[in-house]
């Protein structure tokens, strides 16, 4: 029964997100092709959430614009909720399939899995994310992506949220 918006930087991505939604919620949900470090939304949100490590995939200065951004976009008393990964945090076993889906437009299953290797200082980790997607003759397409990831701890991002105006950090 919610409006929910969501944005991706990734026009290509936004289709597929459609594509995923019910007809029923098709109606309630909008989603928008802009960048978390410089959003301009004409709405104000009570709650608004940052998935999937979105967050930790910017520099401490990009995170700092973007945090004032979604300060911004926040009803007064309302909530932002993110999730990241800590640094010491890569207990994924890359032979082992973290998930799995249909891939929208073949309708073949893809499982996705992932290797971690974390920098020497502990500060950055780079997640290759690979999909097998099992196609109708039997064979697998593999395709990787590699992605960066800033590791901070709970204090950093607490500084950086309260640099950005947030008053209750938790």
Not at 145 to 153: E, Q, V
Request: charged share 25%; with cysteine; glycine share 6%.
């Amino acid at each position: 029964g919610f409006e929910v918006t969501g944005i991706d930087t990734n026009p290509a991505m936004l289709p597929r997100a459609r594509h995923c939604l019910s007809e029923k919620m098709r109606s309630r949900v909008h989603l928008l092709e802009q960048d978390v470090r410089s959003m301009d939304l004409p709405d104000r949100y009570r709650l608004i959430i940052a998935p999937c490590n979105t967050l930790a995939g910017l520099t401490d200065p990009d995170l700092s614009r973007a945090l004032v951004r979604l300060r911004i976009h926040l009803q007064p008393g309302g909530s932002l909720a993110f999730e990241v990964p800590w640094p010491g945090d890569d207990t994924a076993d890359p032979d082992e399939p973290l998930s799995a889906f249909l891939e929208p437009e073949s309708g073949n299953p893809v499982q996705v899995y992932a290797q971690q290797e974390t920098d020497a200082d502990g500060k950055r980790a780079v997640v290759t994310w690979r999909y097998d997607e099992l196609l109708a003759d039997g064979s697998v397409r593999s395709w990787s992506l590699p992605t960066t990831f800033y590791l901070r701890r709970p204090e950093d991002y607490a500084g950086l949220l309260t640099s950005a105006g947030f008053t209750q950090v938790s």
